[in-house]
């Protein structure tokens, strides 16, 4: 359990990053570490450079506008669950941040991270697309942005191009009227999901986010479940609604794990409508 | 060999470390710090845990590099500390420990619990101890311990 062995960089500047990240062959960006680091010691990852992303400016802000928040893809998770930095969502940042692995590690890994990762089980990722966030990210050509869905294409899988640099999110403020609901089903507190409900009723209008995490792939939209949920379904039919949406996002599920995600979305959903 | 300065148990250090070792590592074999103990070196067990700049770290998984600029205190470092000073009496009161393996990150993260918990519940004391394994004492003593240290925390005059 022992890193290989690697060159070290921690620019100051953006332009810097990118240069290290795209003139050397190998080179991998360094945010908190907290998955890396394992992915170093058991030899799943080699770069030949880390580029260490601490130093780089605005990677830990905050900023607010009166429709949305900000987060810089350098916020710890313990920072989101202090209450520290803003929070766009009512409690939801908060919540799911207290929920990931433990103390120690929240101290370091960052939000950014995490959905750079794309780690299927990650709570990050199903939280911010319940959320409907977008994420800013930085390459060496400028700036764009990306909704969740976009970003995230699968277990370990980003839309983010060789040298592209995650920013942060823009999440919009849910409203007074809005509720929301989270259930991570985990073998202890702390360790990685298997099998994440997530939902957010914005109550302005617009239609439920429902979403699965911790499938085999990258969390899901349950498109027919929060349509149903939408025209007040309850009950079969929502649970029929659900168990398509389910099969659709992860097909080879077994029975064990089908039944694990309709009751985390479940959950979730009744948390958000209860009273 | 990159050179990095740090403040170590409340003296400066200046080091050469190459990039791949970890503060562990560092700390453990160019200190000669074995209290901070290696179980899993993947970030799980807890054993490992030490303070950067004043937050629970596990150094198994933070790169000495990256202690350049920082506070870092393993257990050494904390042998006057007035809340370590109180949770060693508990845990030896409360029988919190058999081979020791665990103590020192335990000890690490209970006194980061009583700094976020004032007399923290048992409940909330076995949330925040999800991330810190011990093989030998089922974990009854460790709470306790850190319950009684909390209790009589709350209950001194300030
Ligand atoms: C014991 C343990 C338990 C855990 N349990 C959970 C859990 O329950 N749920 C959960 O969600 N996570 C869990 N994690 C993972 C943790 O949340 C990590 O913090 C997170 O996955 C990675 O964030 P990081 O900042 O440490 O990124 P790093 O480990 O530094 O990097 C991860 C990846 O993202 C890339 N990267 C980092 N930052 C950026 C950026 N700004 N732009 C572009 N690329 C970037 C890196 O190149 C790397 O490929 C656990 C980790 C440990 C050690
Ligand atoms: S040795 Fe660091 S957490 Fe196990
Ligand atoms: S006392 Fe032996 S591992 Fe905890």
Redesign the interface.
Known sequence: MKPPAFDYARPATLPEAFAALLGTEGAMALGGGQSLLPMLGLRVAAPSLLVDLARLPGLREVTETAARIRIGAGVTHAAIEDGVVADPSRGMLRRVAAGIAYRAVRNFGTIGGAVALADPAADWPACLLALDAVAIIAGPDGERRLPLEALLLGAYTTALEAGEILLGFDVPRLGAASRWGWCKLARKQGAYADSIGAVVLPGDGAPPRIVLGATTSRPALLPHAAAALARGEAGATLRDALLGDIEAAEPDADSYRRRCHLATVQRAIAQATSA | M?RINLTLNGRAQHREV???Q?LA?FLRDGCDLTGTHLG????AC?AC?VL?DG????S????A??ADGCDVRSIEGLRDDPLTVLLRRHFHEAHALQCGYCTPGMLV?AR?ILRRFPAPDEATIR??L???ICRCTGYVGIVEAIRRAGAELANQPS
Not at chain 2, 40 to 43: K, L, N, P, V, Y
Not at chain 2, 55 to 58: G, T
């Open positions: 990159t190459e990039p791949r970890t590592d899993c070196e993947h970030g807890g845990t950067i937050l629970p770290a596990r198994c998984i933070h790169l590099v990256r993260t980061d949330r925040e999800a991330g810190q």
